[in-house]
């Protein structure tokens, strides 16, 4: 079984979210499966430095604006395609936002490049490879199953994985023409959303099979409140659609082998020592209460402005909080004040990606407040380093972590805390609940030894990807 993977950013080359992990460690965990899985990746200034450079497999004179070209390498384990377009990528900024955090005006041409470059992938192949089967990511990759059907007029099997359906890749109707599109898909039941053009939607109409991240977030995409308006374009394609849960590089994410503890930080010390490192670095003081932690992104999703309202309360048990995150300038300039006015807190406005383990490993709990969460990733590298989550009720949060509920709690099962419903009042508690139960020793060292014995790696993951990829592709 052949797979190409079609994403905007994948571990170790290019990374702003949990999207990059996923595409990254997929190729591994699905070569255990069988299945050969290859990236095709745009080519930013960091992939180009980071992939090096390879074979020339196409070349166009005119993508979207300019000649570009598709080469192969073979970084970090896996085949990897880089979409070379320098009028494209080859610019300093994020992959979506330029130097003033505002979107590129031309991502629309952009993803639309490096959704045509897979579908031609897909339907001519390249150097004897052809993939069985195409899987999209989000709508950066949304019009490839689209291109491959209108244009390159060739069936191979595709499936789209939607990592968050906030973000859709919307673009003026009059670029209609510019993308390649034609007008007689610009309908409702086609790729048209309030009179736009709308890639992800164009990704859920045209792909064989949808997937997401979770199987609740599955069902909650089907839900208005959480849809983001495609909620009726996935109900009707319910049939379709399944969740399939993310896990971890349980070998980049592992306590006792973690090379990013620093000198100071230990795996074999454990979590006690770790802890009077991870405060030394933040520069909190010592205390009793809980050290707890936040690594995310500084955006609406994940709720960090509840968390603020919440702060009285674990303060109020000796608690601290270091967070490290970066995002809206609102937020981060609240979560700054908070560590101004609170020697309990402690701010990092960053990406730090070393420091992010540190902190798993110091740290007593994690707190993950979405409003909500596809699967989500920090909970995860928080069970296997035992530091315990306390996370919102919603998506892959409501499937990874085993409340603290007495009935849990009586079977000795529970890995965390969650909240319901996803608002100042219930995290509140959730802090009063986090109070309690770190002040029972002998019942939190029990959440955290089954919080470190929780499956997180992609295994089962893994052969969900190869059962769905072997139902698409029709028996030779
Ligand atoms: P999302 O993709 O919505 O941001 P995930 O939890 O799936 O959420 O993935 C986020 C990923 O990005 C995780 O690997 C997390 O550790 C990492 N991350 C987020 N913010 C930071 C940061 N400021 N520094 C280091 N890593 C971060
Ligand atoms: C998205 C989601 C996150 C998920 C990640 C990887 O960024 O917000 O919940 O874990 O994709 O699938």
């Not at 020697?343 to 960053?350: M, Q």
């Not at 989550?389 to 890995?415: C, K, Q, R, S, W």
Request: charged residues 20%.
């Amino acid at each position: 079984m052949k797979v190409l993977s079609v994403a905007s950013e994948c571990v170790p080359f290019i990374k702003t979210g949990g999207l990059a992990d996923v595409a990254g460690a997929l190729p591994a965990a699905l070569a255990l499966q069988g299945v050969e899985m290859r990236v095709l990746l745009p080519g930013y200034p960091e992939v180009l430095r980071k992939a090096g450079d390879g074979d020339t497999i196409t070349e166009e004179d005119d993508l979207f604006g300019g000649p570009a070209r598709v080469y192969f390498t073979r970084a970090k384990g896996f085949g990897l395609y880089v979409l070379d377009a320098p009028h494209l990528f080859r610019r300093e900024g994020t992959p979506y936002l330029d130097a003033d955090g505002r979107d590129w005006s031309d991502n629309p041409e952009r993803f639309a490049a490096l959704s045509w470059a897979g579908a031609r992938l897909a339907a001519q192949g390249a150097g004897g490879w052809r993939p069985d089967v195409l899987h999209a990511h989000d709508w950066q990759a949304g019009l490839a199953p689209l291109y491959l059907q209108r244009h390159f007029r060739v069936h191979v099997p595709t499936v789209i994985t939607v990592h968050n359906v906030a973000f859709h890749g919307a673009a003026q109707a009059d670029r209609l023409a510019a993308l390649r599109l034609d007008a007689t898909d610009f309908t409702p039941e086609g790729i048209e959303f309030w009179g736009q053009i709308n890639a992800l939607k164009a990704g859920l109409v045209f792909s064989d099979r949808i997937t997401t991240v979770s199987p609740t977030y599955a069902r909650e995409l089907t839900r208005p409140e959480f849809g983001a308006g495609l909620d009726g374009v996935i109900r009707a394609r319910a049939d379709r659609l399944c969740g399939i849960l993310n896990g971890i590089d349980t070998d980049a994410w592992d306590p006792k082998r973690d090379p990013d503890l620093a000198k100071t930080y230990s795996a074999a010390a454990g979590k006690a020592a770790n802890k009077v490192a991870l405060r030394a670095e933040f520069g909190l003081p010592d205390s009793d209460g809980p050290l707890c932690i936040v690594v995310s992104r500084m955006t609406q999703q994940k709720g960090l402005d509840l968390l603020l309202e919440a702060l009285p309360t674990l303060m109020e048990c000796g608690g601290q909080l270091a967070v490290l995150g970066s995002g809206d300038t609102a937020l981060e300039s609240a979560w700054q004040r908070a560590a101004a006015e609170n020697p309990s807190v402690a701010v990092r406005i960053g990406y730090d990606e070393a420091l992010s383990h540190r902190m798993m490993a110091g740290a007593d709990a994690i707190i993950v407040p979405s409003r909500f969460e596809p699967c989500g990733l920090t909970q995860l590298y928080a069970l296997r380093y035992g530091t315990i989550p306390v996370v919102a009720l919603t998506g892959g949060l409501a499937d990874t972590v085993i409340p603290a509920n007495p009935a849990a709690l009586a079977a000795g099962a529970a890995t965390g805390i969650q909240f319901h419903p996803v608002g100042a009042q219930a995290l509140n508690l959730a802090m009063f609940d986090l109070c309690a139960l770190f002040s029972d020793q002998k019942t939190w060292g029990q959440m955290r030894r089954n919080a470190m014995a929780q499956p997180v790696g992609w295994e089962r993951s893994a052969r969900a990807y190869a059962d769905l990829y072997a139902d698409m592709v029709p028996a030779q």
